[in-house]
C-alpha cells in the first residue's frame, strides 16, 4: 500500500526566511510525487511534480521540491517566504506499475503560517 | 469550462435523506477523480473513472454510496440514507490522460453537512 506522511501539523517561518515543508512517503516500486496547496474555501492547487530526472523540481510560485530516494522524502521549499504564502500544502504519491490505477493519495497536510 | 465545476457548493440535509453531488470536469479530460475531506485532513480517494467507467471504486466507505459517468464527461456521486459521518466536502479533480505522470485539477468541492 502507499502512505504520505506530513510529521509536522504546522510550519511557521518569517517572511523572507527559507521555508521548508516536510514529507516521506511509502511505496512498492517508483514514486510519482506532487505537491498541492489549498488556500481557504478554495480547491486544491497543484504546485509542482516529480516524475523522474533531476532530484530538484521547480514549480509554481517560486516553490521547489526535493526527492530524496534513499531517504524516501519530497520535501517543499521555497529560498524566500512571502506572507500570501500562508495557506495548507498537501504531499501525495502515486504508484507507478502495471496494476496502478492512477489513485493519487494525500498527506494529512501542513499549515504554512508567514509571518511579517 | 474553464475549470472543474461542482454543484451545489454547499448542501445541508437530514440524516436518512439522498444526496446528489455533481461534477463537471475540464473539457477534455478522461480521468475523473472524487476525493473526501473531513476537517483537518487531507483528502480521502473514493473513486476514479477512466471514460466511463469505474476503474477504481476501492475508496467508497461502503454500499450507501454510488457514483456514476454514463457519458465519460459529467459525473454525479450519490449517497444513500445519509448519516452525520458523511459531512464532509466532496473534492472531485479530472485529469487529461489515464497516464500517470498528469497532475489533478480540483474543483472548489462541495460541503455536505447531514443534520
Known amino acids: 500500500a502507499q502512505s504520505v506522511a506530513q510529521p509536522e501539523d504546522q510550519v511557521n517561518v518569517a517572511e523572507g526566511n527559507p521555508l521548508t515543508v516536510k514529507c516521506t512517503y511509502s511505496v512498492s516500486g517508483n514514486p510519482y510525487l506532487f505537491w498541492y496547496v489549498q488556500y481557504p474555501n478554495r480547491g486544491l492547487q497543484f504546485l509542482l511534480k516529480?516524475?523522474?530526472?533531476?532530484?530538484l523540481v521547480k514549480g509554481s510560485y517560486g516553490f521547489e521540491a526535493e526527492f530524496n530516494k534513499s531517504q524516501t522524502s519530497f520535501h517543499l521549499k521555497k529560498p524566500s517566504a512571502l506572507v500570501s504564502d500562508s495557506a495548507l500544502y498537501f504531499c501525495a504519491v502515486r504508484r507507478y506499475g502495471s496494476s496502478n490505477t492512477g489513485k493519487l493519495i494525500f498527506g494529512q497536510g501542513t499549515t504554512l503560517q508567514v509571518k511579517p | 469550462g474553464a475549470g472543474v465545476s461542482q454543484t451545489p457548493s454547499n448542501k445541508v440535509t437530514e440524516k436518512g435523506k439522498y444526496v446528489e453531488l455533481r461534477c463537471d470536469p475540464i473539457?477534455?479530460?478522461?480521468?475523473l477523480y472524487w476525493y473526501r475531506q473531513s476537517l483537518g485532513q487531507g483528502p480521502e480517494f473514493l473513486i476514479y473513472?477512466?471514460?466511463?467507467?469505474?476503474?477504481?471504486d476501492s475508496g467508497l466507505p461502503n454500499d450507501r454510496f454510488f457514483a456514476v459517468r454514463p457519458e465519460g464527461s459529467v459525473s454525479t456521486l450519490k449517497i444513500q440514507r445519509t448519516e452525520r459521518g458523511d459531512s464532509a466536502v466532496y473534492l472531485c479533480?479530472?485529469?487529461?490522460?489515464?497516464?500517470?505522470?498528469?497532475?489533478?485539477?480540483f474543483g472548489e468541492g462541495s460541503r455536505l453537512t447531514v443534520l
Open positions: 479533480a479530472s485529469s487529461e490522460t489515464s497516464i500517470y505522470t498528469g497532475e489533478l485539477f
Open positions: 473513472f477512466q471514460g466511463t467507467g469505474a476503474a477504481d
Open positions: 473539457s477534455g479530460h478522461t480521468a
Open positions: 516529480y516524475i523522474t530526472g533531476d532530484n
